[in-house]
């Protein structure tokens, strides 16, 4: 197991705990102990007493607005702290789905107590609350640790251990019950947090269910233990990503850390599998934190209700972002500044603090040097991990002093360089090639470990056709031609705002990611053409 997962799990391991103050004593009213999972939250998380229990579901459920979804609902996102603190948004999701019928639930949670390096779906027979026993759906769950080596049939992240009793899929059920009766349960708690992970689970559920009989719940909480306004401002950075329904750059970041969700991972194989069952839409029902409900706004976690739902729509309209005559100038003039500092005095630009609305949104760029027409560096970051001004600022000093394929710019050429932006919109993965259109789009492909990306204006100035961009962006990534017709390849989309201050001969199709920086944000001016 590697150390960064390791520390994911053990930073997931203190979410609610801490928040909470409060012991997980074992309830169970179930007969055969080896292979029904006990209670092991009831009392702390959620009352023991099955009537004070479906009374306080129930009292929450009557409060709780959500908008009327007419469309299917393929899957949720629920919060798992104690009831008492996330009951109320909670109960927006499962509000939602009164009226919805299903026979089979896939509850997605993570580790907090076990580290392990693969996903575990419950080997025994079912869950206990104190509303009752749900059986497993065990001959769904020995067909889906078959569609993937990091799937297994297992007890870890389910059965007790000495630091605690795994909360996050067990104070999901009270709620399932109450609101859907009989279903049949899939219990699954993903250990590895990365994004293969939660593609395979995400592609193996797609393949496995046939119909909108079965519900997949993420169990997820958000940030944990900001002041109430830094929480909020972070939360949505999450909520931004899942509505542009862009989950490739939302797992890159939560795994850098840049965002937060106690259950990032369960959100983005939801999210995997909805989209590939059809789903195109994600409809925030309701965001609070622990502010918002228990009153202590010093440090407070984050929840949201969500649905991923199947409209009639092909694919949720794409947000519009443009940059102003007056801070393409302002970016232009930052990159220089940056390259020229960097360059002259090995010092990084710290620029003044924007007052610019769009400059202060977090964006991807890419930052492009010329020098006579000639590429003479480019990196820049896909994900939105800082505001605008500041990823120029970065990418602008990287394409100078850490683009591989160059030496670093010397002092003697920083006359001649020109210099252009490209300031990107989230990713969208592609569900059909036809929706690649040349000179609006650029592509990131993904098998793997690897991963290319090139920008809209690159097939342009070359000349390539569809499919002659999809083969380079696949040989960009290191992969042979025909990459992109791999199931296992994911190709995603993405638009560009491209500025600059000359347009001289064409840009090689050579674009890098800066280290440590995959995947996502930003947008296409209205009537501007890729150059």
Same mark, same amino acid.
């Given at each position: 197991?590697?150390?960064?997962m ?8 203190g ?13 169970s ?15 702390a ?9 479906s ?16 469309d299917?609902?393929l899957?949720v ?14 109960a927006?999701t499962?509000?939602a789905?009164?009226?919805h019928?299903f026979?089979?639930v ?12 693969f &996903? ?5 027979d ?12 065990k ?6 640790v078959k ?14 251990? /000495? ?9 999901e059920?009270?709620w ?11 219990p ?13 689970l995400?592609?193996a559920?797609? /393949? ?5 009989d ?13 002041p ?8 949505? /950075? &999450?909520?931004?990503a899942?509505q542009?329904?862009?989950?490739f750059?939302?797992s890159?970041?939560?795994g ?15 999210m ?5 069952m ?5 409809v ?9 409900t ?7 976690v ?6 991923l $739902?199947?409209?009639q729509?092909?694919r949720?309209?794409e ?5 102003g005559a ?5 970016l232009l ?10 360059v002259?005095?090995?010092? &990084? ?6 007052s ?9 760029a890419?930052?492009?040097?010329k ?6 560096g480019?990196i820049?970051?896909t994900?939105?991990? /800082?505001?605008?001004?500041m990823t120029v ?14 030496e670093?710019?010397?002092?003697s050429e ?15 993965? $592609?569900?059909?090639?036809?929706q ?8 990131l ?26 083969e380079q962006?696949?040989v960009?990534?290191?992969m042979?031609p025909?990459?992109?017709?791999d199931?296992n ?15 001289p001969?064409p840009l090689m199709?050579?674009t890098s990611?800066?280290p ?6 930003? #947008? #296409? ?7």
């Amino acid at each position: 197991m590697n150390i960064r997962m390791r520390s994911m799990v053990y930073w997931v391991a203190g979410c609610l705990i801490a928040v909470l103050g409060i012991t997980t004593p074992q309830y169970s009213r179930a007969a055969n102990p080896q292979s029904v999972r006990k209670p092991g939250v009831a009392g702390a998380f959620y009352p023991a007493d099955p009537k004070a229990l479906s009374a306080m579901i129930d009292d929450m459920l009557a409060h709780a607005s959500p908008p009327a979804i007419a469309d299917p609902v393929l899957a949720v996102v629920a919060p798992h702290a104690g009831y008492q603190f996330s009951g109320p948004v909670a109960a927006y999701t499962y509000a939602a789905l009164k009226g919805h019928k299903f026979s089979r639930v896939v509850v997605i949670a993570p580790s907090h107590y076990e580290a392990f390096d693969f &996903t575990s779906v419950y080997d025994g027979d079912a869950y206990a609350t104190p509303l009752g026993t749900v059986q497993v759906d065990k001959a769904f769950a020995s067909k889906l640790v078959k569609m993937s080596s990091t799937i297994r049939l297992s007890s870890r992240g389910h059965a007790p251990t /000495k630091e605690g009793s795994e909360h996050a899929l067990e104070v999901e059920l009270p709620w399932l019950q109450r609101v859907l009766g009989n279903f049949e349960l899939v219990p699954v708690v993903m250990g590895e947090q990365g994004y293969e992970s939660s593609r395979a689970l995400g592609v193996a559920l797609a /393949k496995l269910i046939p119909d909108n009989d079965t519900l997949i719940v993420a169990s997820s909480d958000l940030s944990h233990y900001h002041p109430y306004d830094e929480a909020v401002t972070i939360d949505h /950075k &999450t909520l931004n990503a899942l509505q542009a329904w862009d989950y490739f750059s939302m797992s890159q970041n939560f795994g850098m850390r840049v965002w937060e969700a106690c259950g990032g991972a369960p959100i983005v194989a939801a999210m995997i599998a909805a989209e590939r069952m059809g789903a195109n839409q994600a409809v925030v029902l309701k965001y609070a934190n622990s502010g918002d409900t228990a009153g202590d706004h010093s440090r407070v976690v984050g929840y949201s209700a969500v649905a991923l $739902v199947k409209t009639q729509n092909h694919r949720a309209a794409e947000q519009s972002f443009s940059v102003g005559a007056h801070d393409k100038t302002e970016l232009l003039g930052l990159a220089r500044k940056s390259v020229e500092q960097a360059v002259r005095e090995r010092k &990084t630009y710290e620029p003044p603090a924007s007052s610019s609305e769009a400059l202060n949104q977090e964006r991807g760029a890419f930052v492009t040097l010329k020098k006579s027409g000639e590429l003479r560096g480019c990196i820049g970051y896909t994900s939105a991990v /800082k505001p605008l001004y500041m990823t120029v600022r970065d990418t602008a000093t990287l394409a100078a002093l850490r683009d591989s394929r160059f030496e670093p710019v010397s002092v003697s050429e920083l006359g001649q360089l020109e210099y252009e932006i490209s300031v990107l919109s989230p990713l969208r993965r $592609v569900l059909d090639i036809r929706q690649i259109k040349v000179g609006q789009h650029g592509l990131l492909m993904r098998n793997g470990d690897q991963q290319g990306l090139l920008l809209p204006q690159v097939p342009v100035e070359e000349g390539w056709d569809r499919q002659r961009f999809l083969e380079q962006t696949c040989v960009k990534a290191g992969m042979r031609p025909a990459c992109w017709k791999d199931e296992n390849t994911d190709i995603f989309m993405f638009t560009a705002v491209v500025f600059g201050e000359s347009r001289p001969k064409p840009l090689m199709p050579e674009t890098s990611l800066a280290p440590g920086f995959p995947g996502r944000q930003g #947008q #296409q001016v209205p009537g501007l053409p890729p150059h």
